[in-house]
C-alpha cells in the first residue's frame, strides 16, 4: 500500500516555510525522506525509525508519528535550491519500502 | 555522486528494438533494484535482486528482463516494447533486502526511455 503525500505541490518564495504530509494505512516501522531534481536521481535525506523521533537535515526536519503511521517533512527559511519533488518512502513490517507520488516544491526568488 | 551509475542516460528506441540498461553499484551493497518512474505517479518497483538473487519480480511484463551477473552489475533487458513503456527506469542499491527495518535504498540517475 502506496503512502499519501500532500500537498501534490506547492510554490514559495525564499524564505518562506512549507510543510509536507505524508501519511499511510498501514503500521510503520521506518519513513525515508529524498528529493529529486529534474533530471537527476533522487537523494537521500534523511530516515525516521519507530520511535517517534524527529531529525533534521540543515533547514529540512522532519517528524514521524508512528501512532498516526504518518510523517511530515518542514522546508524551514526556504532557499532556491530546496526546488525539486520530495519523496517520502514507508517501510511496514514486511521490511519494504513503499513511494509516495512525491511533491513538487518551487521556491522562487 | 551517488554511488550508483546508469547508463546510457538516454535511449530511444523503436517497437521491435532490442536494448539494454546497464548500472553498476560502488558502494558494496548486496541489494539492487529496477524502479519504474512515470510522470505524477509513485516510483513503481519492478525487480529486486539480492546476493544476486532474484528475489522479487512485481507482475512485470515479459519484454522486460533483468539480469544480475554479481552484487556490483545490473541489466534491463528490453525487447518489444510499447509506447507506455516510455518512462525514467531507476537502478537503485542497499546494503540488505528485507530482514530489519531502516533499510536505505540510493538510486541512480536513471535512465530515460522513449519507445516509438
Known amino acids: 500500500q502506496q503512502p499519501v503525500q500532500s500537498p501534490q505541490a506547492v510554490i514559495l518564495r525564499e524564505g518562506e516555510d512549507a510543510v509536507i504530509n505524508c501519511s499511510s494505512s498501514?503500521?510503520?516501522?521506518?519513513v525515508h525522506w529524498y528529493r529529486q531534481k529534474h533530471g537527476e536521481a533522487p537523494v537521500f535525506l534523511m530516515i525516521?525509525?519507530?520511535?517517534?523521533e524527529q531529525k533534521g537535515h540543515d533547514k529540512i526536519s522532519a517528524s514521524f508519528n508512528e501512532k498516526k503511521q504518518q510523517s511530515s517533512l518542514y522546508l524551514t527559511a526556504s532557499q532556491l535550491s530546496y526546488s525539486g519533488t520530495y519523496f517520502c518512502?514507508?517501510?511496514?513490517?514486511?521490511?519494504?519500502?513503499?513511494f509516495g507520488a512525491g511533491t513538487t516544491v518551487t521556491v522562487r526568488a | 555522486e551517488t554511488g550508483v551509475t546508469q547508463t546510457p542516460r538516454h535511449l530511444v528506441m523503436g517497437m521491435t528494438n532490442k536494448k539494454s540498461l546497464k548500472c553498476e553499484q560502488h558502494?558494496?551493497?548486496?541489494?539492487m533494484y529496477w524502479y519504474k518512474q512515470s510522470a505524477k505517479k509513485p516510483l513503481e518497483l519492478m525487480f529486486v535482486?539480492?546476493?544476486?538473487?532474484?528475489?522479487e519480480n512485481n507482475s512485470v511484463p515479459s519484454r522486460f528482463s533483468p539480469e544480475c551477473p554479481n552484487s556490483s552489475h545490473l541489466f534491463l533487458h528490453l525487447h518489444t516494447l510499447q509506447p507506455e513503456d516510455s518512462a525514467l527506469y531507476l537502478c537503485?542499491?542497499?546494503?540488505?533486502?528485507?530482514?530489519?527495518?531502516?533499510?536505505?535504498?540510493?538510486f541512480g540517475e536513471g535512465s530515460w526511455l522513449t519507445v516509438v
Open positions: 537503485a542499491s542497499s546494503q540488505r533486502y528485507g530482514g530489519r527495518s531502516g533499510n536505505t535504498i540510493y
Open positions: 498501514k503500521a510503520l516501522y521506518s
Open positions: 525516521l525509525l519507530k520511535g517517534g
Open positions: 518512502g514507508t517501510e511496514g513490517g514486511d521490511y519494504k519500502l513503499s
Open positions: 558502494l558494496g551493497h548486496n541489494a
Open positions: 535482486y539480492s546476493l544476486e538473487e532474484r528475489v
